[in-house]
């Protein structure tokens, strides 16, 4: 609230003093949903394999929207430790990135709160 609050009184996106807000880790640390398994669904639309293919089809357009429970229990990986590894790991490097980026001054914080489903790039 107080990003937004100062936005609209006209600070810059960048100099906005909270960088950690709920919309950071939604766009950013869970693109796609949690652990971030956008890129596991256009992974699986490469794939040769039928299943995950149609798996991988079928859960785009949700994954867009940040909804990703089609690839959490149709991979499965729920119980999966080869994907619960990426699954816990890469929302960890995505914000460690993303931290990086933006104390750098390479991208803004975040000033708006729309609602997580959202496509990330029109929620940004």
Same mark, same amino acid.
């Given at each position: 609230m107080q990003n937004m609050e100062l936005f609209q009184a006209g600070t810059s996106a960048y100099d906005l003093p909270n960088i950690f807000t709920e919309q950071f880790f939604q766009w950013y640390a869970q693109m796609g949903g949690t652990g971030s398994t956008l890129a596991l669904v256009v992974l /699986? +639309?490469?794939? *040769?394999? +039928? $299943? @995950? *293919?149609? @798996? =991988? *089809? @079928?859960s785009f357009i949700p994954g867009l929207f940040n909804i990703n429970e089609p &690839? !959490?229990? =149709?991979?499965? +990986?729920? &119980?999966?430790? !080869?994907l619960a590894v990426p699954f816990i790991l890469a929302p960890m490097v995505n914000t460690v990135?993303? $931290? @990086? /980026?933006t104390i750098s001054g390479l991208i803004p914080r975040m000033m708006v709160k729309p609602p997580f489903t959202i496509p990330a790039p029109l929620g940004r």
């Open positions: /699986f +639309i490469r794939s *040769k394999v +039928i $299943y @995950l *293919k149609s @798996l =991988g *089809k @079928l &690839m !959490i229990f =149709g991979a499965p +990986i729920v &119980m999966n430790p !080869i990135v993303v $931290y @990086l /980026f």
